[in-house]
């Protein structure tokens, strides 16, 4: 399917994440205020913009982790405002941190293992002496293959270096069977030929079908990865449209560049 057919595909179906009017303060910060945007099942999406733009908090109200001020989030048809990360989860919207954070003394394929076990059994207490079964580690391993751990499968996951802690995070939001999948920064940090291995992996998950959100301050990336661009700016809707819309847009250049950068762009 060419990027063209996949758009128009898309485009023609009911979105998997609709987000209207959010708005989210903290005291007297405005962290968020009345952005709207949807997602479709098989589409990549970037939501992009400066430090403090508002994009991670955004994330935490789809995840569940925030309750919006004002505002709703749709997620596969149904009302998800405020509703628990755990719930979110078992609905099917898996997410990766920008901080890395694995089991350290549990191997690879143990901690894969415990995701799925979250997913089938739905507590860290109910999946306890459950989550090391033949199945579950069979299902882990296939995980890890699809993202070229499966070689690492054993080792420790506190001795992996950066490159492979990202496809570790990445497996282990996989693990949760996503529909949508929420990547933060997965690409901080990486070398070029790692880069272009996720690059790879994400198109992957998203020929899958599955709704992939993502924050990326590497343009190159994002530009080269999102169908569509939305664009925040001191937690407001700046711009949004494919990459090369927003690159030329003069609100988005000011944003990123500082007054001035838009009459020489």
């Known amino acids: 399917m060419t990027d063209v057919e996949r758009k128009d595909h898309a485009s023609s179906r009911e979105p998997l994440l609709s987000v209207r009017g959010l708005s989210k303060r903290f005291g007297g910060l405005q962290a968020l205020e009345d952005v709207s945007f949807d997602l479709h099942p098989g589409e990549i999406l970037g939501l992009l913009g400066p430090n403090g733009?508002?994009?991670?908090?955004?994330?935490?109200?789809?995840?569940?982790?925030?309750s919006p001020t004002a505002g709703r989030i749709f997620f596969d048809g149904t009302d998800t405002t405020g509703v628990s990360p755990a719930e979110m989860a078992r609905r099917g919207v898996g997410r990766?941190?920008?901080?890395?954070?694995p089991f350290p003394s549990l191997s690879v394929l143990e901690n894969v293992s415990v995701s799925?076990?979250?997913r089938r059994y739905?507590?860290?207490g109910c999946l306890l002496g459950r989550w090391g079964t033949r199945s579950?580690?069979?299902e882990a391993r296939e995980i890890l293959a699809s993202v070229g751990l499966a070689d690492l499968a054993s080792r420790r996951a506190g001795l992996l270096p950066l490159g492979n802690l990202r496809r570790l995070e990445l497996a282990r939001a996989l693990a949760l069977r996503p529909k949508l999948l929420l990547l933060d920064e997965t690409f901080s940090g990486l070398r070029a030929e790692e880069i272009?291995?996720?690059?790879?992996?994400?198109?992957?998950v998203r020929d899958a079908g599955v709704g992939v959100l993502l924050i990326e301050h590497n343009m190159k990336v994002a530009m080269a990865l999102?169908?569509?661009?939305?664009?925040?700016?001191?937690?407001r809707k700046?711009?949004?449209?494919?990459?090369?819309?927003?690159?030329?847009?003069?609100?988005?250049?000011?944003?990123?560049?500082?007054?001035g950068a838009s009459g020489h762009a």
Not at 196 to 204: F, I, K, N, T, Y
Not at 243 to 258: F, I, W
């Open 53 to 66: 733009a508002g994009k991670t908090t955004c994330f935490n109200m789809i995840s569940g982790m925030f």
């Open 96 to 101: 990766t941190f920008q901080i890395v954070r």
């Open 116 to 118: 799925l076990g979250l």
């Open 122 to 124: 739905g507590s860290l």
């Open 136 to 138: 579950v580690r069979e």
């Open 196 to 204: 272009r291995q996720m690059e790879l992996h994400v198109r992957g």
């Open 226 to 235: 999102s169908e569509r661009i939305v664009v925040l700016d001191h937690g």
């Open 238 to 259: 700046l711009a949004e449209g494919t990459g090369a819309e927003v690159a030329a847009d003069p609100r988005v250049v000011e944003a990123y560049l500082g007054k």
